[in-house]
Nanobody, 124 residues
Framework: QVQLVESGGGSVQAGGSLRLSCVAS?????????MGWFRQAPGKEREGVAT???????TYTDSVKGRFTISQDNGKNTVYLEMNSLKPEDTAMYYC?????????????????WGQGTQVTVSS
């Protein structure tokens, strides 16, 4: 059974940085999965923040490009989200997610394994 456990959230002032971590367990083979970070702010729909494939191909939503970086450590079954130049609008619950990748290596939607989330709060 796949389990995802996030950590690293917290409260920071605008312009600050945080690094989120997500440790995965229960994968048969790490390289068969896509990993992603999603977020949901109060009263808003969940949105995709960043994804990474087993080949380290990454995607980002426009609002975080140049500020956030997704990466992974296959040996530790861990995916990270480095968040810099944080803005109050980045405040949300951040979720780690995984999905069995397509044969092409790309990530299908929706993601079907989810962590419990870690709160990020950015004050102005």
């Amino acid at each position: 059974q796949v389990q995802l456990v996030e950590s690293g959230g917290g409260s920071v002032q605008a312009g600050g940085s945080l690094r989120l971590s997500c440790v995965a367990s229960g994968f048969i083979t790490w390289r068969w999965y896509c990993m992603g970070w999603f977020r949901q702010a109060p009263g808003k729909e969940r949105e995709g923040v960043a994804t990474i494939t087993s080949a380290d191909s990454t995607t980002y939503t426009d609002s975080v490009k140049g500020r956030f970086t997704i990466s992974q450590d296959n040996g530790k079954n861990t995916v990270y989200l480095e968040m810099n130049s944080l803005k109050p609008e980045d405040t949300a619950m951040y979720y780690c997610a995984a999905v069995y990748r397509l044969a092409s290596g790309s990530c299908p939607s929706p993601f079907n394994f989810w962590g419990q989330g870690t709160q990020v709060t950015v004050s102005s």
